[in-house]
């Protein structure tokens, strides 16, 4: 089969899962031949993206976690979480994971929720943009665990999408995609430097004080690891998590199951769980082979690249029983939407609180939700999700909808 899973067009296109199914039947171990650049392995079914993501006595994610990284390496290897294989990783997961776990972060559960509710619009908006309102949830929540000021929110959402999707035109820059990764990563850089000065004068006792406290083996992080850190926590939220509401709502909107599930609340962590299944939002990861290995009884040499499609896996047939249908009720979620082993990601509890009070919200706000325009996706390997998502918003009130 020929396709170039490299291409960001391929994804702004429309549903790649008609590739991905092809591939799962004929070719799941899939070899990309480079385009002026190295290749790289693609694995679509559930059970080898579950391998691949989770064995890293076979696979490093010390050499890039990203497509757009394929054959430059990534300078934080080794030094921030996303990108640091264990024992090193676990022990700097685990302050993190204490400081992210749902009941550590409980003291804002009611600002995220007010947040949530500011966010929504109301009735003199009854046709908004959903991907915009959503693109602001994730420093709703984000922002008061690193004390973000809700003025620098906004702009710091844009650049976390310049990292995540430099080829979008919504984002990228006219000198071209290299030159809007490079921005990008100056000014998150540039402001988390800022952020952790101020911080080592006045501790606020967020998750930026938790990183600046951090030992590994008896060693504080360096100022470099610290802010790489930062980059990797606004990256790991500020652009995935606003696209499982906004893919959930686009299929669910074409046939009234909006309507079906927001009228049973016993549905709704149930349906979180689809939603993130459904929107798969993080499209990969990608690790590269320590030695000579078999993957699924493909040889993979020592230095190959290997990408793990996590929206393919999530919709394997052999895992998943009528896999191309959301359905809110579906028991037994086995979902690969926020990785699996060591880098499972270490924010799932909040961002599955997040999406529990957003869905909440959102049910109880609006009665029905239409498509009021074509939505328009990301032009971006990695980011799967909608950046436009025009709608119409039927309002609750008085026992029935208000439109």
Same mark, same amino acid.
């Given at each position: 089969?020929?396709?170039?899973?490299?291409?960001?067009?391929?994804?702004?296109?429309?549903?790649?899962?008609? *590739?991905?199914?092809?591939?799962?039947?004929?070719?799941?171990?899939?070899?990309?031949?480079?385009?002026?650049?190295?290749?790289?392995?693609?694995?679509?079914?559930?059970?080898?993206?579950?391998?691949?993501?989770?064995?890293?006595?076979?696979?490093?994610?010390?050499? @890039?976690?990203?497509?757009?990284?394929?054959?430059?390496?990534?300078?934080?290897?080794?030094?921030?979480?996303?990108?640091?294989?264990?024992?090193?990783?676990?022990?700097?997961?685990?302050?993190?994971?204490? !400081?992210?776990?749902?009941? /550590? #972060?409980?003291?804002?559960?009611?600002?995220?929720?007010?947040?949530?509710?500011?966010?929504?619009? &109301?009735?003199?908006?009854?046709?908004?943009?959903?991907?915009?309102?959503?693109?602001?949830?994730?420093?709703?929540? +984000?922002?008061?665990?690193?004390? +973000?000021?809700?003025?620098?929110?906004?702009?710091?959402?844009?650049?976390?999408?310049?990292?995540?999707?430099?080829?979008?035109?919504?984002?990228? +820059?006219?000198?071209?995609?290299?030159?809007?990764?490079?921005?990008?990563?100056?000014?998150?850089?540039?402001?988390?430097?800022?952020?952790?000065?101020?911080?080592?004068?006045?501790?606020?006792?967020?998750?930026?004080?938790?990183?600046?406290?951090?030992?590994?083996?008896?060693?504080?992080?360096?100022?470099?690891?610290?802010?790489?850190?930062? $980059?990797?926590?606004?990256?790991?939220? &500020?652009?995935?998590?606003?696209?499982?509401?906004?893919?959930?709502?686009?299929?669910?909107?074409?046939?009234?199951?909006?309507?079906?599930?927001?009228?049973?609340?016993?549905?709704?962590?149930?349906? *979180?769980?689809?939603?993130?299944?459904?929107?798969?939002?993080?499209?990969?990861?990608?690790?590269?082979?320590?030695?000579?290995? *078999?993957?699924? &009884?493909?040889?993979?040499?020592?230095?190959?690249? #290997?990408?793990?499609?996590?929206?393919?896996?999530?919709?394997?047939?052999?895992?998943? !029983?009528?896999?191309?249908?959301?359905?809110?009720?579906?028991?037994?979620?086995?979902?690969?939407?926020?990785?699996?082993?060591?880098? $499972?990601?270490?924010?799932?509890?909040?961002?599955?609180?997040?999406?529990?009070?957003?869905?909440?919200?959102?049910?109880?706000? $609006?009665? /029905?939700?239409?498509?009021?325009?074509?939505?328009?996706?990301?032009? /971006?390997?990695?980011? /799967? @999700?909608?950046?436009?998502?025009?709608?119409?918003?039927?309002?609750?009130?008085?026992?029935?909808?208000?439109?």
């Amino acid at each position: 089969m020929t396709v170039d899973l490299a291409d960001p067009a391929l994804y702004a296109r429309g549903d790649p899962h008609a *590739v991905w199914r092809a591939l799962r039947r004929a070719d799941p171990v899939h070899w990309q031949p480079g385009t002026g650049g190295p290749g790289f392995w693609s694995v679509v079914r559930y059970e080898d993206v579950q391998r691949v993501l989770s064995d890293h006595t076979r696979f490093t994610s010390e050499r @890039g976690t990203l497509l757009n990284l394929l054959g430059r390496g990534d300078p934080a290897g080794g030094r921030q979480l996303a990108v640091t294989d264990p024992p090193r990783h676990d022990r700097m997961r685990a302050p993190l994971h204490r !400081a992210l776990k749902p009941r /550590s #972060v409980q003291a804002h559960t009611g600002v995220i929720r007010d947040g949530i509710r500011a966010l929504l619009p &109301g009735r003199d908006r009854p046709e908004f943009d959903l991907a915009a309102v959503c693109g602001l949830l994730p420093l709703t929540v +984000l922002g008061p665990l690193l004390s +973000l000021p809700e003025a620098d929110r906004p702009h710091l959402v844009r650049l976390a999408l310049m990292s995540a999707a430099e080829e979008d035109p919504a984002v990228q +820059l006219p000198q071209g995609p290299a030159a809007t990764l490079h921005r990008a990563h100056r000014e998150l850089f540039a402001y988390f430097a800022d952020l952790v000065r101020e911080r080592r004068r006045r501790p606020r006792g967020d998750l930026v004080d938790v990183l600046l406290a951090m030992e590994v083996d008896g060693v504080r992080l360096t100022p470099g690891e610290v802010l790489s850190n930062c $980059y990797s926590l606004l990256l790991g939220a &500020g652009v995935t998590l606003a696209h499982v509401p906004t893919a959930a709502v686009a299929e669910l909107s074409r046939d009234g199951g909006y309507e079906a599930w927001a009228a049973d609340p016993g549905l709704l962590a149930g349906g *979180v769980e689809e939603a993130l299944r459904w929107a798969s939002p993080a499209g990969h990861f990608m690790r590269h082979a320590r030695h000579d290995t *078999v993957l699924a &009884g493909v040889p993979v040499a020592a230095g190959d690249a #290997v990408v793990a499609w996590l929206g393919a896996a999530n919709r394997d047939p052999a895992v998943f !029983a009528g896999p191309d249908v959301f359905d809110p009720a579906r028991s037994g979620n086995r979902h690969l939407a926020f990785g699996a082993g060591p880098h $499972y990601c270490v924010g799932a509890g909040i961002a599955r609180v997040t999406l529990r009070l957003f869905f909440a919200e959102l049910f109880a706000r $609006y009665a /029905s939700l239409r498509l009021a325009g074509e939505p328009v996706r990301a032009r /971006s390997t990695f980011l /799967s @999700g909608y950046l436009q998502m025009p709608v119409r918003a039927g309002f609750r009130g008085r026992g029935k909808e208000q439109r």
